[in-house]
């Protein structure tokens, strides 16, 4: 019971993450129809602004972090206006757009090294504090993570249920030319998946570095492979979609540990248990989880 | 008559010119390129081991002067690998391709190491001395006998380790081993389950951990289960720097029963990954073999005072001399010329010694065609037949309680 309870806990701290860095790639995917391969860069971003407010300036830490998700928005805003937006109005196709995407995220890679350095950085938090949960060690900083993350999921998942704008992305993302001929702003929607898409990245990246405790300039790069399989999970393009495939490809990975499961899958097979559950989820369901709704457009 | 004399003057002067000059008179120029880390968690040690190839280079060009030997040795560029194996392919790539090295000194890591030799290196005929690759997988690569290394192999630190361990705790206990997936990581964690059970032991858990992971807690779980008598950490410092308060929030780990490898040999390194982690650790680092080491360093510090010392510099120094000497002894730069002259300078043909410090004399015995042992600042080991290091040192380190490493002279292990 206590391994079931800190593998399941490991679980959801892994997911959570996983699910807010998948549902800003979504929305721009939905969107924009960009797969967008330099979100891995903008959870870097974000942790190192959050380490230069809050370690260097020695700014409050809940303030750094607004700091760095406003500078998230403010990045991809500016991309929007100097790169996408006169790529979409070239009608440039999708495989340009992934391409340009990836310039962007071997530019910034380079940026962010220069102008933070690499070597390993991490929060001014006690990192190796824990709770005792019926024999289970709950990490301090995970614990953090997971009630913010829970927080910021279902805060996502109403601002796209109820908000007006929320609504505007999710008809646009259905069917774009019909949003646009019944008054939908898409230049207001399009913004708004941006600021939204890089306040998430920066957002996940605090998180990320407080659930690793440290962190240096290559840790986005490295989790961008799991963030898309999230993505894919959940459908491409489906916001709620790829919360739930951010959460479940988590739980996967921690859970296969488990003695039941053939005395527990080494760990270094993690990955494999991921795409595995992956493939297996996409032979019965093509389109990811929540294809249905994709079948219905 | 006097036309005559006159050519025969100008005959015997040419001949007596000539004869002077040393056998290789025009001179080889060879272009040498390194793989280090220069930026990431092996930066220190990246950033010493380009240092001490450069300096190498400036030495050996310094003395070829001197012994009037023609031709050149340089370093031409030096490439960042952050010890990443797809980044040394890239940089391999870049050095052979566009800067049209003949030699590469690095990479430092095993993972780099076997992928730049795999893609790069090997298919393109170019020699590479790697300068602290370790893993055992080396020795079994098939390189066309192209690759070489000055830090001794893995198969004999894992040995050092479970002789450290057995002191330490003694015999026919258990330990648990957690090591990077990665060819490092895996080799070693095998050599150190071998020799324990062999020396009668158990291993409750061996865990592998991919460095890329996004969480370490479930790992740290794992490695701790089972109430080992000790455990054996072989990891890198930019990894470990997660894995380790995860280990620490499993409330099951000590540090003090706990072994590492060199990596950890780093006081800034135990800093950084924090020394309430890291107090009472103990570990296994190699340690040169080589003639006047001190000399060594403060000659370096000498000239490069910018560059901060590590334990494993002077590996790059004896790496971009031996390949200098080799292709001076070659007359060629020819990667097979090459390596079959690595040999011929490092002792494996037998020749006597000639000391770093004497490396006007190991230039002008290279020029001659003269098989010596090149005694490095490093290692004074000839490469055997798969071009590994035949010799090795290691010792037994321990961190404080302030995150400071000490060492005792006697309780090293020679092989």
């Not at chain 2, 392919?89 to 030799?117: F, R, W, Y």
């Not at chain 2, 010792?395 to 002279?409: P, T």
Request: hydrophobic share 50%; glycine share 10%; aromatic share 10%.
């Amino acid at each position: 019971m206590t391994d079931l309870i800190q593998y399941l806990f490991n679980g959801l701290v892994a997911g959570s993450i996983f699910a807010i860095a998948a549902v800003g790639i979504s929305l721009v995917y939905s969107v924009l129809r960009l797969v967008n391969f330099a979100a891995g860069d903008f959870l870097t971003l974000g942790a190192f602004i959050t380490y230069y407010f809050s370690v260097t300036l020695e700014l409050n830490f809940v303030l750094s972090i607004l700091i760095s998700m406003l500078a998230g928005m403010g990045i991809s805003w500016f991309l929007e206006l100097v790169l996408w937006r006169k790529l979409r109005r070239n009608k440039a196709g999708t495989l340009a757009l992934f391409l340009v995407a990836t310039g962007v995220a071997l530019m910034l890679r380079p940026v962010i090294q220069y102008l933070f350095g690499t070597q390993v950085r991490k929060f001014n938090v006690d990192i190796l504090k824990t709770y005792d949960f019926f024999g289970a060690r709950i990490a301090h900083t995970q614990l953090i993570v997971l009630i913010f993350a829970t927080a910021s999921i279902i805060t996502i998942a109403l601002f796209m249920a109820k908000a007006r704008i929320g609504k505007d992305m999710r008809a646009y993302a259905n069917n774009p030319s019909l949003a646009a001929v019944s008054g939908i702003n898409v230049d207001r929607v399009v913004v708004a998946t941006w600021l939204i898409s890089g306040a998430l990245g920066s957002l996940a990246g605090v998180f990320q570095g407080l659930v690793q405790g440290q962190f240096n300039n290559a840790m986005g790069e490295s989790l961008l492979l799991s963030f898309f399989a999230a993505v894919v999970l959940g459908t491409i393009g489906d916001a709620y979609g790829a919360l739930l495939g951010g959460l479940l490809l988590g739980l996967f990975m921690e859970l296969s540990q488990l003695g039941i499961f053939f005395g527990g899958v080494p760990s270094n097979y993690k990955p494999v248990v991921a795409f595995a559950a992956l493939v297996l989820v996409l032979l019965f369901k093509p389109e990811g989880i929540f294809g249905y709704r994709a079948r219905k457009v | 008559m006097k036309a005559k004399r006159s050519i025969f003057a100008v005959g015997i002067t040419a001949a007596m010119v000539f004869s002077s000059l040393p056998a290789n008179a025009a001179g080889v120029d060879l272009k040498i390129g390194t793989i280090h880390p220069l930026t990431g968690g092996n930066a220190d040690y990246g950033i010493g081991l380009t240092t001490a190839a450069e300096f190498a280079a400036e030495s050996v060009t310094k003395a070829m002067k001197k012994a009037k030997v023609a031709g050149s040795c340089k370093i031409v560029a030096s490439e960042d690998d952050q010890a990443t194996p797809a980044l040394a392919v890239e940089a391999a790539t870049k050095l052979v391709k566009s800067n049209k090295v003949h030699a590469i000194v690095g990479p430092l890591t095993s993972g780099s190491t076997v992928s730049a030799a795999q893609s790069v290196t090997v298919p393109n005929n170019v020699v590479m001395i790697a300068t602290a690759a370790s893993s055992p997988d080396i020795t079994k690569f098939k390189d066309k006998d192209l690759l070489f290394r000055t830090y001794p192999s893995d198969a004999f630190q894992g040995k050092v380790i479970v002789a450290a361990l057995i002191k330490a705790i003694g015999k026919g206990l258990t330990i648990n081993i957690g090591a990077r997936n990665d060819s490092f990581g895996t080799a070693l964690a095998n050599v150190v389950t071998n020799e324990w059970v062999k020396a009668g032991g158990d291993i409750g858990r061996k865990i592998l951990w991919n460095p890329e992971n996004a969480t370490f807690d479930s790992e740290a779980k794992a490695v701790t289960e089972g109430d080992p008598d000790a455990w054996v950490i072989i990891d890198f410092p930019d990894t470990f720097a997660k894995v380790g308060p995860a280990l620490v929030r499993t409330g099951k780990w000590d540090a003090k029963k706990t072994f590492f490898t060199e990596a950890m040999y780093d006081e800034a390194v135990i800093e950084t990954i924090g020394v309430d982690i890291m107090a009472g650790a103990r570990g296994t680092a190699a340690k040169s073999i080589g003639v006047k080491s001190d000399s060594w360093k403060a000659k370096r510090k000498a000239a490069k005072p910018d560059t901060k010392e590590t334990f494993v510099d002077a590996s790059g120094y004896d790496a971009t001399a031996l390949l200098c000497l080799a292709a001076i002894h070659a007359k060629s730069t020819k990667a097979s010329d090459i390596s079959k002259s690595l040999r011929a300078v490092s002792g494996s043909n037998g020749g006597k010694n000639i000391p770093w410090t004497k490396m006007k004399a190991a230039i002008k015995a290279a020029a001659a065609g003269k098989d010596f042992a090149y005694q490095g600042a490093w290692t004074t080991a000839k490469f055997d037949e798969n071009g590994d290091s035949s010799g090795a040192l290691f010792r037994v380190f321990s961190i404080d309680a302030n995150g400071k490493l000490s060492s005792k002279d006697g309780e090293d292990v020679r092989f």
